[in-house]
């Protein structure tokens, strides 16, 4: 819950509240009165108990005012973040009970070894800093600027005054990076963040940062600048750290990396408290130098808006999508199957695809793949594997990662430290509630950026399999999430029972129908050839039946439905069975994602068996 919200829940309850946090107070007319903030008795501390102002308190000897939220933090002499756990507690709100737990291996970061000294007056740095960047020298300590002859030292404290990354600029030139690597990503700035703060600028760089904190704004920057992707890879590090604040101005870089990192960074951290900073030059530095006056600054603060509505989109915006469908042989986006020899099948953002395949027929391994493949190609995934424990179907996962039968304990833990890069559980192994799913999923790319949700399975909801409409809702509430976050979403379903073992079923076989089909983007139907098992199991083939039989394909990914692509592509596969992975020839071998070394020194094998199909 955000700031206000709470403050408004015990503006409800204002006279308990002044009650518990100033107890030696008396009740006069329409107010809690003491003498401070301390408790003491007298009457220059009042706080409102009924009508509009409820829950509104103002010491009129030292001229301190807001609601009782900010009363709770002074009272108790305590950060915001522990006046808001302390409050949502009081209040019977158990703030931590629903917050989603992953199943999810952590970097681990090392710590700067650089402690940097703050910047000293008439430096190169410092003139660097005061002259040509106009920041003055309460701003520079505010930020406990560091230096080394030729550079800036931007130290990243933690909200609690631990130093957890450092970045360096040189003042001559436009060199710039961290001092080394491996450290956790964080945003500068919490040095000088005021502990009463309930808003918060966010900018693409540290200069920018300062300059707000000029205009009296608290500000801070991004590790990495703008841009999509990896770049806010530190929002699931600071998420917690900026629920204290009720808005968070958002004020890049007016420009395309700029506008793009506005745009994730909004969609994660809440439509419903960013507001987009239109500032009248490049940054916030630019308008600094420019002379931009606090009171323009300010007015350009109260004129920030929330993004516009995803629906709601200028023409020209399309202009990237519109050249790539003159020409088909771009790299279009989204991720592709493992399978090389299938081009026009594509994963799309916004995008929901539906699975689905007879019990035993392997569609969960062939989604698995594609998770895996995935990965591989830079996603990040989240999965909801409802009928398996997270660690039989890791397990599985762990062998079509390494392409071993029984990998060896270490290998083991290189696959997983590769997982828990980009892959997290949901981690439920019964009947799922959908609405708590997609309360989750939603913590999930916001928290961690995940844009690749996979459900395994549909019938493990909690939505009875006669009952069509649940059944069409919960999709068409699916279709809005991935238009929504521009995440692609795969649903595993099954089918009908008929004669699917003999031949493959089709999208109207889904369990669900129409109801269903109609509303995904994507319809993939998985059939396992049973009958060339059966032939296999015969005692009296030649090696040239065996040869011509092994031909055969062992499993099809039919393509029935792909309404954003040119083509629905019927794919022959066949299984590895030490890897799990499903290829794309006869002959091919499996593709190792994990790289390990297989030997130690003293030859212990690392890898595990089945190594010799490399």
Known sequence: MRPAEIAQLLARNAEAVAKHLLPNGKL?????????????????????????????????????????????????????????????????????????????????????????AEAVAGSPVWQYLTQERKLSEATLKAYRVGQTPKSVLFPCYNPTGELVMTKWRHVAGKKFGVTEADMRPALFGWQAIPPDARFVAITEGEIDAMSLFEYQIPALSVPFGGGTGAKHDWIEHEFDNLERFDVIYIAMDADDVGRQAAAEIIDRLGRHRCRVVELPHKDANDCLRAGLSLAQMQELLSKAKTLDPSELRNAAEYVDGVIAAFNPTQTEIGFSTPWGKCKTLKFRPGELTIVAGVNGHGKSEGVGHITLDAIAQGRRACVASMEFKPQRWLQRLVRQASCVEQPADPYIGKIMEWLGNSLWVFDVSTTAKRERMLEVFGYARQRYGINLFVIDNMSKLDIDPDDYNKQRDFVDKLTDFAKDHDVHIILVAHLRKGDNDEKPGGKFDVLGGGSITNLADTVLIWWRNRKKEEKLKQTNLDDIEVSNIQKEPDALCLCEKQRNGEDEPRITLWFHKASHQFLPVPSGSPRRYVHFSTTEPNGTDFAGTDSEVF
């Open 28 to 116: 006069d007319s329409r107010e809690w009165r003491c003498g401070s903030i301390s408790g003491e008795a007298g009457k220059s501390l009042g706080v409102h108990l009924h009508g509009d102002k409820s829950g509104i308190w103002s010491d009129f000897a030292t001229g301190q005012t807001g609601d009782l939220l900010d009363l709770w933090r002074e009272v108790r002499n305590i950060s915001m973040p522990e006046a808001m756990a302390e409050a949502a507690t009081w209040l019977g709100l158990n703030p931590g009970a629903k917050k989603p737990t992953f199943v999810r291996q952590q970097k681990a970061f090392k710590k700067p070894s650089i402690k940097p």
